[in-house]
T-cell receptor, first 111, second 114 residues
Framework: GQNIDQPTEMTATEGAIVQINCTYQ??????LFWYQQHAGEAPTFLSY??LDGLEEKGRFSSFLSRSKGYSYLLLKELQMKDSASYLC????????????WGLGTSLGVNP | DTAVSQTPKYLVTQMGNDKSIKCEQN?????MYWYKQDSKKFLKIMFS???????INETVPNRFSPKSPDKAHLNLHINSLELGDSAVYFC?????????????FGAGTRLSVL
């Protein structure tokens, strides 16, 4: 079967660094996405990894290890506005338009 | 100049009614999607159309029928609404390509079935 696991909830302090992990077991792999979803809003694209390693984009970085079926999203210099749900999604190997989604990690940032 | 727009934003209706949700994208994308997000926040793909052709059709009750009049529009019609249909329905679109295919989401339609 296909499965994506993320922690349900995390909390961190403003200005800190937080790492949100995602592990996946899928029948194939064609890339991994991270999306951010604020409460009551639409998911928005954050990052995409298809090769092993770290992709850095401002305060956000995403890492992938295909051999371990593992990714993480790293958020630096946390701000209150980073309080949101972070969704990990893996592209179906046979159809790169189909995403298999995790349940999301709800991140709360405290002052 | 909203990229992916869906209407209505809120929909409250009685069990047994039939309702439609409309979606339009002005990004020039080839593929559009309908997702259901339940109270546990799980995002589940329902349908996807590429240039008006159905390409993803997940296990969804046949009370749900998508319709794509052109590649910029994808509507969702739901017959005989049930309590369990209450959820947020998201429309999304993406541009065809190899590798990274980013999906852009609409603001969602919050459906409450009473």
């Amino acid at each position: 079967g296909q499965n994506i696991d993320q922690p349900t909830e995390m909390t961190a302090t403003e200005g800190a660094i937080v790492q949100i992990n995602c592990t996946y077991q899928t029948s194939g792999f064609n890339g991994l996405f991270w999306y951010q979803q604020h409460a009551g809003e639409a998911p928005t694209f954050l990052s995409y990894n298809v090769l092993d390693g770290l992709e850095e984009k401002g305060r956000f970085s995403s890492f992938l290890s295909r051999s371990k079926g593992y990714s993480y999203l790293l958020l630096k210099e946390l701000q209150m506005k980073d309080s949101a749900s972070y969704l990990c999604a893996v592209t179906d190997a046979g159809n790169n338009r189909k995403l298999i989604w995790g349940l999301g990690t709800s991140l709360g940032v405290n002052p | 100049d909203t990229a992916v727009s869906q209407t209505p934003k809120y929909l409250v209706t009685q069990m047994g009614n039939d309702k439609s949700i409309k979606c339009e994208q002005n990004l020039g994308h080839d593929t559009m999607y309908w997702y259901k997000q339940d109270s546990k926040k799980f995002l589940k793909i329902m349908f996807s159309y590429n240039n008006k052709e159905l390409i993803i059709n997940e296990t969804v009750p046949n009370r749900f029928s998508p319709k794509s009049p052109d590649k910029a529009h994808l509507n969702l019609h739901i017959n005989s609404l049930e309590l369990g249909d209450s959820a947020v329905y998201f429309c999304a679109s993406s541009q065809d390509g190899r590798g990274q295919v980013i999906q852009y989401f609409g603001a969602g339609t919050r459906l409450s079935v009473l």
